[in-house]
C-alpha cells in the first residue's frame, strides 16, 4: 500500500514538472510575441494617422462650408483680415480676421456676438475671447496646438496683400516678403490711386490673383472683394482654404497670435511670387517660382510661429486643401507651380507663363 502511494506521488510530481514551460520555450514565445507587436505597430499607426487626416480634412470641409455660407448671406467673400480706424490718433488698428465672420455657421453665434467690432482686438473685451479654443479651426497632426485660440486653417492671399508705404500712399500691393510689386510692368509701384494712368493698374491686377483681401472698416481705402460671378477660372478650380500649421497660438506673441488677428501672415497662405526681382513685365514672369524654394509647401514646418503664411501640414507629402467650390483635395507638395498658380487665382485659365494676363475688370 506504501509502495502504490509513493508511485503516485512520484507520478503526480513528474506530471506537474513536465507541464512547465523550459527557458528556451519561453523565450521563443517572447521572441514571437515580440515579432508579432512589431508588425502591429506600423499599421495601428497608420490606421491613428488616415484617422487623424480625416478628422483634419472634415475639420477643413467644415471651415469651408461655413466661409460659403457667410459668403451666400452677404453676397461676397469676407475680408480676410479687417483693420479699424481711430480717428482720434489718426491710425489703424488690427481687429478682427474672417474666421470671427463665420463664427455664426461654426455654431459659435454666442462668440460672434460678444466681439466688440468697432475695438481692437487687444481690447479688454475682445482679448479674452480670441484666446478661446475651438476644435474645428484646428487639425489632429497639429503639434504646435495648445487650446489657446488655435488656428490651422487659412484662406488664400493670392500673391500678398496690401500696405501703406513710407510714402505715406495705401493700398500697395505687396508679395508676402513684403517686396512692392510692379503687375502691370509700367515700370512704377505704389503710385497714388489718382495718378494712375496705365489700366488696368497694379491694384486692378491684384485682384485677380487671390480670392481673400485686407480690408479697412468704414473707410473706401483697401476695399475689395470677390463673390461666385468674379471667380473667373470656376469655384471647383480655386482654392479658398489651406493648412498651415504655423499659423496658430504664439507663445511669444500671444497677443497677437490667434485665430481673431488681422495680421496678414497669420490668416492667410500665399504663392511664391513668380516675377524676377519683382518687375511682372513680360519674359520676366516663371510660375515655375511660386512653388519654389522658401515658398514651397510645405516648406516653413521648422520655421516660428506666424512666421511661414504658406500651405503647411505635419501629413506626409502634402496639405489637405479646400477649394470655392466646398470640395477638399490632398494637394501634393510637389505640384507644378504653374498648376499652382493658377488654381490660386480667380483668373487661373488665363494666366501665361511669361508674363501676368490683363485681367478683365468685374467690379
Request: aromatic letters at 8%; glycine letters at 8%.
Amino acid at each position: 500500500m506504501q509502495i502504490c502511494c509513493r508511485k503516485c506521488i512520484h507520478n503526480q510530481s513528474s506530471h506537474l514538472i513536465r507541464s512547465g514551460f523550459t527557458m528556451i520555450e519561453l523565450v521563443v514565445v517572447t521572441a514571437i510575441i515580440a515579432i508579432l507587436i512589431s508588425l502591429a505597430l506600423p499599421a495601428i499607426q497608420q490606421v491613428r494617422s488616415a484617422a487623424r487626416r480625416t478628422h483634419c480634412r472634415n475639420n477643413l470641409k467644415n471651415v469651408s462650408l461655413a466661409i460659403l455660407q457667410e459668403m451666400e448671406l452677404k453676397g461676397r467673400f469676407p475680408a480676410s483680415g479687417n483693420y479699424g480706424f481711430d480717428a482720434t490718433k489718426n491710425r489703424r488698428f488690427n481687429a478682427y480676421s474672417w474666421v470671427l465672420s463665420v463664427l455664426p455657421h461654426l455654431e459659435q453665434s454666442a462668440l460672434a456676438t460678444s466681439w466688440n467690432k468697432d475695438k481692437s482686438m487687444k481690447d479688454p473685451v475682445n482679448a479674452p475671447l480670441a484666446r478661446t479654443f475651438i476644435p474645428v479651426l484646428t487639425c489632429p497632426d497639429d503639434i504646435s496646438v495648445a487650446q489657446q485660440g488655435d488656428l490651422s486653417y487659412v484662406v488664400n492671399g493670392g500673391i500678398g496683400f496690401t500696405v501703406k508705404y513710407s510714402n505715406g500712399v495705401g493700398d500697395c500691393p505687396v508679395d508676402r516678403t513684403w517686396a512692392r510689386l510692379d503687375l502691370n510692368g509700367d515700370g512704377i509701384v505704389c503710385e497714388p490711386a489718382e495718378t494712375a494712368e496705365l489700366k488696368p493698374t497694379d491694384r486692378d491686377m491684384f485682384l485677380h490673383f487671390g480670392v481673400f483681401f485686407l480690408e479697412t472698416l468704414n473707410r473706401d481705402l483697401s476695399r475689395r472683394s470677390h463673390h461666385p460671378g468674379s471667380i473667373l477660372d470656376g469655384m471647383t478650380h480655386t482654392y479658398l482654404v489651406s493648412e498651415n500649421v504655423r499659423a496658430g497660438f504664439d507663445p511669444d506673441n500671444p497677443a497677437d497670435g490667434h485665430w481673431a488677428t488681422s495680421n496678414p501672415y497669420r490668416h492667410s497662405f500665399y504663392i511664391g511670387n513668380p516675377c524676377a526681382n519683382h518687375d511682372c513685365t513680360q519674359g520676366d514672369v516663371d510660375y515655375s517660382r511660386s512653388n519654389s524654394g522658401a515658398d514651397a509647401i510645405n516648406s516653413g514646418l521648422s520655421s516660428a510661429e506666424g512666421s511661414s503664411p504658406l500651405p503647411n501640414s505635419f501629413h506626409s507629402g502634402g496639405v489637405n486643401m479646400a477649394f470655392c467650390d466646398g470640395r477638399v483635395v490632398f494637394l501634393s507638395q510637389r505640384i507644378d507651380g504653374g498648376v499652382y498658380a493658377a488654381q490660386a487665382s480667380p483668373q487661373g485659365s488665363r494666366l501665361d507663363g511669361t508674363r501676368f494676363a490683363q485681367p478683365l475688370i468685374t467690379e
